[in-house]
């Protein structure tokens, strides 16, 4: 693999391997980080969340707004705070205030692919194989999505891999008394960030395993008492904080609703057919569809080798629960990417060669996802009315990524960062009908350069996104009833209404009826892809 490079890249990648990895993740990753506007609905839910502790100071309960946030424990909220603090008293995302609550995904996912390479060592891949499942890792669809997005994906994704990591080594050979207590800090880590998710991932590795071992005592290694009381003391300070403070809503409302909805039935329409997650692999993988698929097949066939069966054991049984859940996201199964990555890196550089039926069958989803994301990077834009050309600098990245998609796979991982730099750097963030909460802050500041920055003076009817929360201040009120708007704008309790297309007529109605003369400012057009449809908004202020 190293032989196709160039000499000085061969010789860094061969020595310092996990430096490559770094630059390789900020080639990736930067573009579009600081770029993208916040994101509905999830990243600015979990933004908005971080940023009212900041607020009010309190660290414990999390709220969007007046409503409690219950559905997922504290974790990604702490580790956003710190930046956006920093960011808030410098200054420095003025711009753009939504980039540092994403630094805790970026870090997480960085984390993530070092670990990854660090597993491959630990189960005696060489390095080659190791380095390049790191590689596929980082430059998988999917990871370079949730890095540019605030939420607890990627986070999380860091804490199961160290774990698996760790476990690894108690399976193959004898962690130092720190590593094995770093596991346990990495599921406490992972139970603060998300819940059940972690102990979930790395408990049915460890029975798996043990199972077709048929030795539990290597589980002796991890130095289980001292650890589950390592695990409790970091855990359960903030679980029995949030239950006093909430009065037991919290794990009535995350457990009892959330994650029993999540168990019983497909939540917010996000429900799937069992299979689904199998089926989207490949295309999330990309660009390492191929190299994916082939390294299942061949895993197959090798499930006794020690390495294939304890990376089988942290697959199979957590990807069966995945596909059992009715209700289905395609990030729910990243964690187990990093096992995946390490099947596909030892398939593509071991000597044996797949069937051809099946190596062009693999093709087939990574030209599909090719072509769509390129298609996508130029018709979106035209079709939403941005006069954005940057999608056609697409074109030949993802043609390289096809023609070396099945054969060259390091080629096709530096060609990503082409293809990725355009589309996420380039195209979407200059698409702006997709943003609609930045044109409003923008539209805002124009027409009530005064206005209260927490948003207690703004009413907004028929838009009610988070994002818009996020940008124009925590005490936005939302409400779709426009005659509230009338009404609070007549007796002076708000000094500005943000008014959809939809209630439009109504509101200009309610405001004659109350004999309230408006001055109108801006109108804002845009397409709300939560809802997939277009959407127009216009500002009106008490004419004085």
């Keep these: 693999m190293f032989s196709t490079l160039p000499q000085r890249a061969a010789t860094l990648i061969a020595q310092k ?32 969340g971080t940023k009212q502790m900041l607020e009010t100071g309190d660290f414990v309960r999390i709220q969007n707004g007046a409503v409690p946030r219950l559905k997922k424990p504290i974790g990604i909220y702490w580790l956003q705070a710190p930046f956006a603090a920093v960011a808030r008293a410098t200054g420095i995302a003025g711009s753009n205030p939504i980039w540092p609550y994403r630094i805790p995904s970026f870090l997480g996912g960085l984390i993530a692919v070092l670990a990854t390479f660090q597993l491959g060592q630990t189960l005696g891949f060489s390095r080659q194989k190791a380095f390049l499942a790191a590689a596929f890792l980082a430059s998988c669809a999917l ?34 008394r720190a590593a094995a207590l770093g596991f346990w800090a990495a599921l406490a880590a992972g139970i603060l960030i998300k819940g059940p998710v972690a102990p979930m991932v790395l408990g049915l590795t460890f029975i798996a395993h043990s199972a077709v071992t048929r030795d539990l005592s290597w589980g002796r290694r991890l130095h289980p008492k001292t650890g589950l009381l390592l695990m409790l003391v970091l855990i359960l300070p903030w679980f029995i904080a949030i239950e006093i403070s909430t009065h037991g809503a919290f794990f009535a409302q995350s457990v009892g609703d ?20 199998t089926l989207m692999l490949p295309f999330l993988a990309f660009p390492a569809s191929v190299f994916v698929i082939q390294g299942l097949w061949a895993a197959i066939g090798a499930r006794r080798e020690r390495a294939t069966q304890f990376l089988l054991c942290a697959i199979l049984p957590n990807w069966l629960v995945f596909e059992a859940v009715p209700t289905k996201l395609p990030h729910y199964t990243l964690p187990l990417y990093p096992a995946i990555m390490l099947l596909a890196a030892h398939a593509a550089l071991s000597a044996g060669k797949p069937p051809k039926w099946l190596h062009w069958l693999a093709a087939i989803p990574l030209a599909v996802t090719a072509l769509g994301l390129t298609t996508g990077a130029i018709v979106l834009p035209s079709y939403l009315g941005d006069s954005t050309l940057w999608g056609l600098a697409a074109m030949p990245a993802a043609a390289l990524i096809f023609f070396w998609g099945r054969t060259a796979p390091l080629r096709t991982v530096a060609t990503s960062i082409a293809l990725y730099a355009v589309i996420i750097g380039l195209v979407l963030p200059a698409t702006s009908t997709l943003w609609i909460a930045p044109q409003l802050q923008s539209a805002l500041s124009q027409f009530a350069p005064n206005r209260d920055p927490r948003g207690g003076d703004i009413f907004a009817a028929g838009y009610a996104e988070p994002s818009a929360m996020f940008e124009l201040g925590t005490n936005i009120t939302f409400d779709d009833n426009p005659d509230d708007a009338a009404f609070n704008l007549k007796n002076g309790h708000m000094k500005i209404a943000i008014i959809s297309d939809r209630k439009l007529h109504d509101f200009k109605a309610d405001c004659a009826n109350r004999k309230l003369r408006l001055t109108q400012g801006p109108t804002i057009e845009g397409f709300n892809y939560s809802m997939g449809r277009r959407i127009s908004l216009t500002l009106f202020a008490r004419a004085l």
């Design 17 to 48: 391997p996990r430096l490559c990895l770094i630059l390789l993740c900020l080639c990736l990753w930067l573009p579009g980080l600081t770029t993208l506007p916040p994101g509905d609905r999830d990243e600015s839910r979990f933004a908005q």
């Design 143 to 176: 990871l370079v999505v949730e890095t540019h997005i605030a939420k607890t994906d990627a986070a999380l994704l860091a804490t199961t891999t160290i774990g698996l990591a760790i476990l690894a080594e108690a399976a193959f050979a004898t962690p130092s």
């Design 258 to 277: 959330d994650l029993a909805k999540k168990l019983a039935q497909g939540e917010e329409s996000h429900g799937g057919v069992f299979g689904l997650h």
